[in-house]
């Protein structure tokens, strides 16, 4: 019988995020403890190719630095490859848990999610239906109304009615939200495609934009806001961190602040009052629950600067797992060290994976 446990560590992806996960990945497989785990690396090319032969993250990061903005060409299509299938059979059988370090569209939107249920195989992290909530910011905005959660007021809309009639929406969004607001595509990360809006040429503008990356798009009325996030561990019985407090060092955290300049500050753990952090902790695992993630997310949070209102503004089902990401420091500030993380994480698979088998029909 084995002893360790076989973990196979899925990495790259399709996503715009390919090469954060290629980090943060690199940073999981020198943290997993080899004397419990026997790690399996699976590789997604930027393509959607599978790799599993050799070693498929150095293979991954050599080709990233060949050719750092390579994407997927117009006969490539991945749904195509046979690989996929294949992997489910043959590879998934052999592995006890499955850890996606995947981020944004296939990856952490439910449908790598449904490939692990398909093949019955215990994976880390959200299951199908949270991570297609978490992934969809609309989607998600109305779970949390609905249970009374606080959210930022929006407007929803799909890229068939703006193309339709463009005048009509922008006197609708002014009405109800004014400026400064912001335009999102509802379905990606990173702050890819994310404008903020400051007149109506603006907003046009934005929604072009936005509309080129989804057919779902969001608009929020922009919060002078600082930026809290909260990382909550756990399934039936989540667990918040403390809070830690993001400083971008341009007008908003978007994809330059994160990823280009590195002027942008992580406060750890927030300055904030005391009853305010346990309000924040609280409200994160209620949001967590409201939309039944397991496994692990960041919950984050737009602090009115105004008002001193809390909102939710996201929940990100596979956070960063790179040596400087919120989420794992967060669990270090509380006490929990990178290693132990992940063991609890693939723990919790397991928990999560035996629980499912007490269905009366078998999923
Ligand atoms: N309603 C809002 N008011 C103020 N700032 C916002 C608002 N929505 C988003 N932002 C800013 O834009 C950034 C990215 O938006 P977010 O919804 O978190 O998208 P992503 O999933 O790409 O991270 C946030 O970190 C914040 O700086
Ligand atoms: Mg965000």
Known sequence: M?????????????????????????????????????????????????????????????????????????????????????????????LDVVFPVLHGPFGEDGTIQGLFEMAGVAYVGAGVLASALCMDKISAKRVLQACGLPVVEFVELNRHRWQGGPEELLEQVERRLGYPCFVKPANLGSSVGISKAHDRDELGAALDLAAGYDRRLLIERAVDAREIEISVLGNDEPQASVPGEIVPCREFYDYEAKYVDDRSELLIPAPLPEALIKELRVLAIQAYRALDVAGMARVDFLLDRQSGRAFLNELNTIPGF??????????????????????????????????????????
């Open 2 to 94: 084995r002893t360790r446990l076989r973990v196979g560590l899925i990495f790259g992806g399709r996503s715009g995020e390919h090469e954060v996960s290629l980090v943060s990945a690199r940073s999981v497989m020198d943290a997993l403890d080899r004397s419990r785990y026997e790690v399996v690396p699976i590789g997604i090319s930027r393509a959607g190719v599978w790799l599993v032969d050799g070693d498929p993250l150095a293979r991954l990061e050599a080709l990233l630095e060949q050719s750092p903005t390579e994407a997927p060409g117009p006969g490539e299509s991945p749904a195509r490859t046979a690989l996929i299938p294949g992997l489910a059979g043959s590879v998934f059988p052999e």
């Open 322 to 363: 790179t040596p400087i990401s919120m989420y794992p420091k967060l669990w270090e500030a509380s006490g929990l060290a990178y290693s132990r993380l992940l063991d609890r994480l693939i723990e919790l698979a397991q928990e999560r994976f035996a629980e499912r088998q007490q269905d009366r029909v078998r999923r």
